[in-house]
């Protein structure tokens, strides 16, 4: 759930290392730190809260340290304070963490047995205390580094400083990434390329269970068994235009806007507007798929709970959907035949990378939807269906949401030409009806001023609940899990034709109902049970389009977006819920960009 960064510079890195820091804050920023090596001795500064409490320190008390480390945290263990702040340091050893290690326990009170004294509440400082023992049994740094992953159990990644090492820096990862950035006289160390992008162009991304030694000029990697191997370089063409706010207030804000062209970008890789064909990268032949699995957690969820409605309308192909975080557990059977396709912005979500490796274990063929392409689901996937978001900031997710929907429906296509479901003809209409999305989409935005009218009174709400039918319901459990994130208001989405089966005991006229109900064929079935709610008393916001308008009973409020085809409406209506969501929080005053408790990148279970 943390940020990482690490420099062996020529100059002093305190200016560096608050610049790398403020690009990770969306991956924790429950408190901030960095270390560095000043006269041959560490020295830290730590601070509760954000990037901007830890500059407040070093404005009092600068660190004049050319090779130093730095974190922002999200807190696992210990409560988020000075004390618990990374970098954690025992005896020669200071380091930073991201990740979870599950036996930490143990080998704490083992480290006590033998006399060592604990500071922090964090399993972080367990490394940091086996390393400084074995250091202290007379090992050499890379040897010592060896034995203590050997005893860790978990997912992490970790830089540590070591005294008298005054131009080095260790790191290491298991389950969580890590990259090794290339300078001119410099070497870095990130938790993902925005970590060292200001820096450096030149990135390898290390490999599970690597482990590594960086100086002023190089990297000295080691797999998990000990070997020396080498990682490729690649050239990461990341602008640091694409981590601005610009104009825009919030980072949420921006990326809404960016969803045209992230959605654009991304149908380009699978849609061909000349041929009017779709294609599935990575060669994967829909014809001799009989199943497919879905594997995600949260948005990506509903994602790909959307994708089902298609892939089994357009290519009569089953799908079974499955939270991460359960889908391994239940052990499910395994069909010959069945493409399991993990779905993740980051590619480093850790129950989702498990039901990944479960799937490869069984011998099933894997695909990985994912924002991060040199990832580690993209790594070890079969397949990656790349989508083409760009970075992503806003914890919130939106443009990755609509970009994951964007690549499934176009694989959908690609699946109905394959397995004989539509002909030319079709799959042509198809290809040009998704190649509009971008247009339709930005027309979708364009109801901003209407929504952020309604916000203030939403605003006021305890309670609000989301309705839809068909693809429709998908996007109402995300429309209320957007809401819950970032203004903090109980919402719950369901399929409006569950409304008899338990959640009309909830209207009443304080209870806010979202609807949304393009003109379909279901439009009716929707607006019937909309006259139940009315019946209630409850307040209905009506998402539809111009058709649906026509037809909304008076006395509720309607946001109309643009008339689309079925297979882009989810795209088309993704937009506005997500303004709902931004201008209730911006109301409240809530931050946007980084909801209490939530953190952009899950890579702790």
Known sequence: MCGIIGIVGTAPVQDRLLESLKRLEYRGYDSAGIAGVVDGRVQRRRAKGKIAALQAVLTDSPLTATVGIGHTRWATHGAPNEVNAHPQSAGRVTLVHNGIIENFAELKRKLQSSGRVFESETD??????????????????????????????????????????????????????????????????????????????????????????IDHSSAQIFDKDGKPVERPLKIVSASA???????????????????????????????DPVSGKATAPGGVDFSKVTRIQIIACGTAYYAGLISRYLFESLARLPVDIDVASEFRYREPPVIPGTLAIVISQSGETADTLAGLRWCKAQGLTTAAVVNVHESTMAREADVIFPTHAGPEIGVASTKAFTSQVAALSALAVAAA?????????????????LLEASRLIAQSIQVEDAIKALAPDLAKARDVLYFGRGAMSALALEGALKLKEISYIHAEGYAAGEL??????????????????????????????????????????????????????????????????????????????????????VQKGADVDQPRNLAKSVTVE
Do not use: W
């Not at 030409?417 to 040009?432: F, M, P, S, Y």
């Open 124 to 213: 972080t400082e367990v490394i940091a205390q086996l390393l400084d023992a074995e250091l202290a049994a007379g090992c050499a740094p890379l040897v010592a580094l060896k034995a203590t992953l050997d005893q860790l159990t978990g997912a992490f990644a970790i830089a540590v400083l070591i005294e008298g090492q005054t131009d080095m820096i260790l790191g290491a990862r298991r389950g969580s990434p890590l990259v090794v950035g290339y300078g001119q006289g410099e070497m870095f160390l990130g938790s993902d390329a925005l970590a060292v992008g200001p820096f450096t162009n030149r990135i390898a991304y290390l490999d599970e269970g690597d482990y590594v030694a």
């Open 241 to 271: 235009a694409l981590v601005e706010k610009g104009n825009y207030r919030h980072f949420m804000e921006k990326e809404i806007h960016d969803q045209p062209d992230a959605c654009q970008h991304t149908l380009s890789a699978y849609l």
């Open 417 to 433: 030409a394959a397995r004989g479901h539509v002909d030319a003809t079709e799959e042509a209409r198809l290809t040009a009806v």
């Open 500 to 585: 008899k089966h338990g959640p009309i005991a909830l209207i009443d006229e304080a209870t806010p109902v979202i609807v949304i109900a393009p003109s379909d064929h279901l439009f009716e079935k929707t607006m019937s049970n909309m006259s139940e709610v009315m019946a209630r008393g409850g307040p209905i916001i009506l998402f539809t389009d111009d058709e649906g308008a026509k037809h909304a009973p008076p006395g509720i409020k309607v946001i109309i977006a643009p008339t689309s085809d079925d297979i882009v409406a989810p795209l088309v209506f993704a937009a506005p819920i997500q303004l709902l969501a931004y201008y209730v929080a």
